[in-house]
């Protein structure tokens, strides 16, 4: 099975602010990952598949990049509306999520 | 529209079983998989597997293949997840999503709360 390791658990930002999270998979997943934000008390929201295409009404603050095992994921210029939870998934072999990044106002 | 519309919220003994519902609507039900997540209070994500509309076939996380079953209905587009033997660790938020790759569209979630 394919891990994947997401950092850092929380972080602290001002409004401005760039942020960036990273996941590390345990092998090679050929681009195959997708960002997710989740709100308190709300399903998971997909803004970013395959490493870098945003969804449709992800704005383009946020953006991704990475290859084989390495990947990240930013938000440029943090806005109030940021502040939420965030998680990578790995969909090359089967499905496998991160453990979730916090994002806090500072 | 997209919607996945999930059944309501479960309080539930341990040992029982749970049956919960992910009824899609707006697409073609049998052109994408539908998948099941697991959130524990405060926690990440976990996948459960998946099930395939258009053949029936399931796949699941090993770590749930005794847990979990998903069965389908194509003719009412609803998909359906079974917890069994629950125990307290079985609490938490169970979604069902949609995918042909990256999930997409999720339902609402379904609170299942294992208490004696």
């Known amino acids: 099975d394919i891990q994947m390791t997401q950092s850092p658990p929380s972080l602290s930002a001002s409004l401005g602010d760039k942020v960036t999270i990273t996941c590390q998979a345990s092998?090679?997943?050929?681009?195959?990952i997708a960002w997710y934000q989740q709100k308190p008390g709300k399903a998971p929201r997909l803004l970013i598949r395959?490493?870098?295409t945003l969804e449709s009404g992800t704005p383009s603050r946020f953006s991704g990049s990475g290859s084989g095992r390495d990947y990240s994921f930013s938000i440029s210029n943090v806005e109030s509306e940021d502040i939420a939870s965030y998680y990578c998934?790995?969909?090359?072999?089967?499905?496998?999520f991160g453990g979730g990044t916090k994002l806090e106002l500072k | 529209q997209v919607k996945l519309l999930q059944s309501g919220a479960a309080l539930v003994k341990p040992g029982d079983s749970v049956k919960m519902s992910c009824k899609a609507s707006?697409?073609?039900?049998?052109?994408?998989?539908i998948h099941w997540v697991k959130q524990s209070h405060g926690k990440s994500l976990e996948w459960i597997g998946y099930?395939?509309?258009?053949?029936?076939?399931?796949n699941y996380n090993e770590k749930f293949k005794s847990k979990a079953t998903l069965t389908v209905d194509k003719f009412s587009s609803t998909a359906y997840m079974e917890f069994s033997r629950l125990t307290s660790e079985d609490s938490a938020i169970y979604y069902c999503?949609?995918?042909?790759?990256?999930?997409?569209?999720w339902g609402q979630g379904v609170m299942v709360t294992v208490s004696s």
């Open positions: 999503a949609r995918s042909l790759g990256a999930l997409d569209y």
């Open positions: 707006g697409y073609t039900f049998t052109d994408y998989i």
């Open positions: 099930i395939n509309p258009y053949s029936g076939g399931p």
């Open positions: 092998q090679n997943i050929n681009k195959y």
């Open positions: 395959y490493t870098s």
């Open positions: 998934l790995q969909y090359d072999n089967l499905w496998t």
